[in-house]
């Protein structure tokens, strides 16, 4: 059995990224960084052997310390709801720490997320930084909704790796074929959730998408989870996924768990582009 990819994971808020990556068994977290003190706590929590650095313009970086670099950067300045500053901002300028990182570190891999906006608001800087430390890189833009969600949260996926000459014989970790597999998931979930009422929108404006999926379901109305490819996705996992109230009232640090579970990603994508670049190692 091939060895796993060591994985560094960098703005790794409370380990979304990471927990995705390792479901698929091929995929190993040997360092975090992350500035949050809350979030450091769940993650020393659920990774108590893991390193976990504080700040990233400070954390020094070797050669080969890690097969796979992950990072999702912040996104205040390239959002919609912010400034529109872009990567010139004080918080989405952290990129270029993130850029160091894949640069000194020289992994196999790099994956990176952030929200739509990027591909409007500083795309064509990221892929250009990445292609001038020789990296080719590919993007798809994946909603939650895409693994079963009932809502959008549509955020930007970059899988870069090594470009040149010695590489030519490697394929792209995303292919035509995934892209395509997901969106016509990504559709069919929609279709279904419209069909029967179910609006996203809804969904998003109760902010109590557990009681509302159990509501659905008692009345009839059933969401498709992905295509059949997908397969480490339960029928039901969404209908047991903890609702916000549940972190809301009476119990500590509430105001931390709604904003890191805001900040997270969804771990089922990276579980899937995980399982995408194993296929091409």
């Given amino acids: 059995m091939p060895a796993r990819l060591r994985v560094l994971d960098l703005f790794a808020g409370i380990g979304g990224l990471s ?4 479901r698929t068994g091929g995929f190993k977290t040997v360092a975090f960084c992350e500035i949050d003190p809350f979030c450091r706590r769940v993650l020393a929590k ?4 893991v390193p976990c650095a504080e700040d990233i313009t400070t954390r020094e970086f070797r050669e080969g310390e890690a097969d796979v670099v992950t990072g999702g950067f912040p996104c205040q300045d390239i959002s919609f709801a912010g400034d529109g500053a872009g990567l010139a901002g004080a918080r989405s300028g952290l990129w270029r720490e993130l850029l160091r990182a ?8 790099a994956l990176v997320e952030n929200v739509a906006a990027l591909l409007t608001r500083g795309m064509g800087t990221v892929l250009g930084d990445l292609a001038e430390i020789g990296l ?15 809502h959008r949260r549509d955020r930007v996926w970059i ?33 279904e959730l419209q069909s ?5 929108d809804e969904w998003r404006r109760t902010g109590d998408g557990c009681q509302q999926m159990a509501d659905a379901e008692r009345g009839g109305c059933e969401v498709r989870y992905g295509a059949p ?5 339960q029928r039901g996992w969404w209908s047991i996924e903890p609702n916000v109230g549940r972190v809301a009232h009476g119990i500590p640090a509430r105001v931390d768990r709604l904003r890191s579970l ?13 399982r995408a670049i194993l296929e091409v190692r």
Avoid: K, M
């Fill in 46 to 49: 659920h990774w108590p052997d």
């Fill in 102 to 109: 894949i640069r000194l570190v020289r992994p196999r891999y």
């Fill in 262 to 274: 805001g900040n997270a990603v969804v771990p089922q994508i990276p579980e899937l582009l995980g």
């Fill in 159 to 191: 899988v870069a790796n090594p470009g040149g000459e010695q590489h030519e014989g490697d394929s792209p970790p995303l292919s035509g074929s995934f892209a395509a597999q997901l969106a016509a998931a990504d559709t069919d979930n929609q279709r």
């Fill in 19 to 22: 927990l995705g990556l390792e």
């Fill in 196 to 200: 029967q009422g179910c609006e996203q």
């Fill in 229 to 233: 490819e997908l397969s480490t996705l």
């Fill in 136 to 150: 080719d890189a590919e993007w798809h833009c994946i909603p939650a909704s895409a693994v079963g969600a009932p």
